[in-house]
């Protein structure tokens, strides 16, 4: 299990029956996680200070329920990056705190390459590991079929300091996209895969990881530059084991990867480690 780092305005307070009581800035909001199917050691909804519950309906979805009045669009940092964060319908608020660990290593290789990095980020939702990137010297390419969440990957960037200079946003569906890059000759030296479990294209392509994420991986194969610098695939998919990544990986790209393969998560204040998916990492000499 790989922890993320370096967090000082996001926390775990408490998990149990099924949710997890956050502190995101000054907010706390209680949201529902599926990993969490141990029992609390208090009623999370008598912790004091709550903001906003997310509240499941019997019919599917579910809404937010305020406890207080706020803004529900708001700001949180990491290290010298600052995101816009909103929340959203199904639960989300647009960042995914436990990928600070990728975010960190990412950051690392890049700055540590020595050259000028083009990373390709596909499914690249509101954009914390392009402004990761960015930061850390690249070109990045924005990829993610949603047109509010690409905008809001560039209101990400001028958040954290940064101007569009290496960035490029794309609203496409991303096989589509990578087919086209392969025809245009395009090569890039990292590639970030973060796809939804479930998912459509801007026009109702329908997308579910298990069946579509080997050939995915095979594509993007063919996009990596003569001398890569990392693959980072991500999964969120409870079915989908760190082994089971690994080996996508490891089928797919060249033989010279070395390839590691974990849960990732976050330790939270009541001294647990709350599981939040899983990536694979192929880093080459």
């Given at each position: 299990?790989?922890?993320?780092?370096?967090?000082?305005?996001?926390?775990?307070?408490?998990?149990?029956?099924?949710?997890?009581?956050?502190?995101w800035?000054?907010?706390?909001?209680?949201?529902?996680?599926?990993?969490?199917?141990?029992?609390?050691?208090?009623?999370?909804?008598?912790?004091?200070?709550?903001?906003?519950v997310y509240?499941?309906?019997?019919?599917g979805?579910?809404?937010?329920?305020?406890?207080?009045?706020?803004?529900?669009?708001f700001?949180i940092?990491?290290?010298?990056?600052?995101?816009?964060?909103?929340?959203?319908?199904?639960?989300?608020?647009?960042?995914?705190p436990?990928?600070?660990?990728?975010?960190?290593?990412?950051?690392?290789?890049?700055?540590?390459?020595?050259?000028?990095?083009?990373?390709?980020?596909?499914?690249g939702?509101?954009g914390?590991?392009?402004?990761?990137c960015?930061?850390?010297g690249?070109?990045?390419?924005?990829?993610?079929s949603?047109k509010?969440?690409v905008?809001?990957?560039?209101?990400?960037?001028k958040?954290?300091?940064?101007?569009n200079?290496?960035?490029r946003?794309?609203?496409?569906?991303?096989?589509?996209?990578?087919?086209?890059?392969?025809?245009?000759?395009?090569?890039y030296d990292?590639?970030?895969?973060?796809?939804?479990?479930?998912?459509?294209?801007?026009?109702?392509?329908?997308?579910?990881?298990?069946?579509?994420?080997?050939?995915?991986?095979?594509?993007?194969?063919?996009?990596l530059?003569?001398?890569?610098?990392?693959v980072?695939?991500?999964?969120?998919?409870?079915?989908?084991?760190?082994?089971?990544?690994a080996?996508?990986?490891?089928?797919?790209?060249?033989?010279?990867?070395?390839?590691?393969?974990?849960?990732?998560?976050?330790?939270?204040?009541?001294?647990?480690?709350?599981?939040q998916?899983?990536?694979?990492?192929?880093?080459?000499?």
């Open positions: 299990m790989k922890t993320a780092p370096s967090w000082t305005e996001y926390s775990v307070i408490a998990t149990g029956d099924g949710e997890k009581l956050e502190r800035g000054n907010l706390t909001l209680l949201r529902p996680d599926p990993q969490v199917i141990w029992h609390a050691k208090k009623p999370l909804r008598s912790y004091k200070g709550i903001d906003a509240e499941r309906s019997s019919t979805g579910g809404a937010w329920t305020f406890y207080k009045k706020f803004d529900p669009e700001k940092s990491w290290r010298d990056m600052t995101f816009s964060l909103k929340l959203m319908g199904f639960k989300h608020t647009g960042l995914f436990e990928q600070a660990v990728n975010w960190d290593r990412m950051m690392k290789l890049i700055s540590e390459s020595g050259r000028k990095i083009n990373v390709l980020n596909l499914f939702y509101t914390a590991a392009s402004v990761a960015l930061k850390a690249a070109n990045v390419c924005h990829v993610d949603a509010a969440m905008e809001r990957a560039g209101e990400n960037v958040l954290s300091g940064l101007d200079q290496g960035m946003y794309i609203i496409d569906d991303c096989f589509k996209f990578c087919k086209r890059e392969i025809k245009r000759g395009k090569t990292a590639i970030i895969l973060d796809p939804p479990s479930f998912g459509r294209g801007p026009n109702g392509e329908k997308w579910k990881i298990e069946e579509g994420i080997s050939e995915l991986v095979e594509l993007v194969a063919s996009l530059s003569d001398k890569p610098l990392f980072c695939l991500n999964s969120y998919t409870t079915g989908l084991q760190p082994t089971v990544m080996n996508i990986l490891k089928l797919a790209l060249p033989s010279g990867a070395k390839i590691d393969a974990d849960e990732i998560g976050i330790e939270t204040e009541e001294g647990l480690v709350l599981p998916g899983c990536t694979a990492f192929a880093t080459f000499e």
